[in-house]
């Protein structure tokens, strides 16, 4: 099992920037994908960027290309989301998820672990 704890959203103007962290606990954290997702009010739950953990190869939605930027630290057992340029409509609920698949995972049903959510607000 792996535990995921998502901190660090909150509200910011456009144009702003927030950094969310995932804590990890439980099994060997090395051997996962950790992924971001996102899912605003009344929409399906988004990809948002990932990282494989063996390589350290990132990748991300389109939507966030350019502004966003995930990285980790092993030693820390931590994985970051660094979001800049915000917009309105980057407003949701921002999940932490962790996959034992190796590959670049994009899709929810690759994940099987979740943290709880952490909430950043982007206002206009």
């Known amino acids: 099992q792996v535990q995921l704890v998502e901190s660090g959203g909150g509200l910011v103007q456009a144009g702003g920037s927030l950094r969310v962290t995932c804590a990890a606990s439980?099994?060997?954290?090395?051997?996962?994908?950790m992924g971001w997702f996102r899912q605003a009010s009344g929409k399906e739950r988004e990809f948002v960027a990932g990282?494989?953990?063996?390589?350290?190869?990132?990748y991300y939605g389109d939507s966030v290309k350019g502004r966003f930027t995930i990285s980790g630290d092993n030693a820390k057992n931590m994985v970051f989301l660094q979001m800049n340029s915000l917009k309105p409509e980057d407003t949701a609920v921002y999940y932490c998820a962790a996959s034992i698949n190796f590959g670049l995972p994009r899709n929810k049903a690759s994940f099987a672990y979740w943290g709880q959510g952490t909430q950043a607000t982007v206002s206009s």
């Open positions: 439980g099994r060997s954290f090395s051997t996962y994908t």
């Open positions: 990282i494989s953990r063996s390589t350290g190869v990132t």
